[in-house]
T-cell receptor, first 118, second 113 residues
């Protein structure tokens, strides 16, 4: 079946502009996660969704970052007034469920969106 | 606090050598889950294995094997007879009572022909 897809694959924007990054999870996966990976670094957790709900937004770096998920499927990560330090690869993952049960919490990743802020 | 340490930043070996990637974790939870992911140069993270804290049985999958030891809080990954295609960054991650994964910094593995 289809894996996690993300669009765009690359985004170049000017400082101060808003950007929207999209994630389409694996069909039937109820949990969705956003991460950020800066060049040569590990992954930084941003936010997760269970269905359309995001119970914990404390991982978002600033109030310029927001995310939503509609219909229990597609999610959008929005960055307002982008800054150069926002440049990174934004990764989305999904899992069958949020809780563990025979591996239902295993996260499968999309190819990422490479964001460059000039 | 939860933490995952991959002390080896980069490892370089010649093809066909065996190589072990170390992962040490910290958590106060008694139930937790450990993962390994591979990130090849293409950038996409590929899931390799999931292990829960109450199953210390070691696992082998082809040339890959994992050694989970609760006594030392380690979950090491060994590649036997390495191949050039194994070149990638490998990440170890921990999930406990929270829903997010705590990631190690990754180990860059270079397999030379």
């Amino acid at each position: 079946g289809a894996g996690v897809s993300q669009s765009p694959s690359n985004k170049v924007t000017e400082k101060g502009k808003d950007v929207e990054l999209r994630c389409d999870p694996i069909s039937g996966h109820t949990a969705l996660y956003w991460y950020r990976q800066s060049l040569g670094q590990g992954l930084e957790f941003l936010i997760y969704f269970q269905g359309n709900s995001a119970p914990d937004k404390s991982g978002l770096p600033s109030d310029r970052f927001s995310a939503e998920r509609t219909g229990g499927s597609v999610s959008t990560l929005t960055i307002q007034r982008t800054q150069q330090e926002d440049s990174a690869v934004y990764l989305c993952a999904s899992s069958l469920a949020l809780v563990s049960g025979r591996g239902t919490d295993t996260q499968y990743f999309g190819p990422g969106t490479r964001l460059t802020v000039l | 606090a939860q933490k995952v340490t991959q002390a080896q930043t980069e490892i370089s070996v010649v093809e066909k050598e065996d190589v072990t990637l170390d992962c040490v974790y910290e958590t106060r939870d008694t139930t937790y889950y450990l993962f390994w992911y591979k990130q090849p140069p293409s950038g996409e993270l590929v899931f390799l294995i999931r292990r829960n804290s109450f199953d210390e049985q070691n696992e082998i999958s082809g040339r890959y094997s994992w050694n989970f030891q609760k006594s030392t809080s380690s979950f090491n990954f060994t590649i036997t007879a390495s191949q050039v295609v194994d070149s990638a960054v490998y990440f170890c991650a921990l999930r406990d009572s929270n829903y997010q994964l705590i990631w190690g910094a990754g180990t860059k593995l270079i397999i030379k022909p």
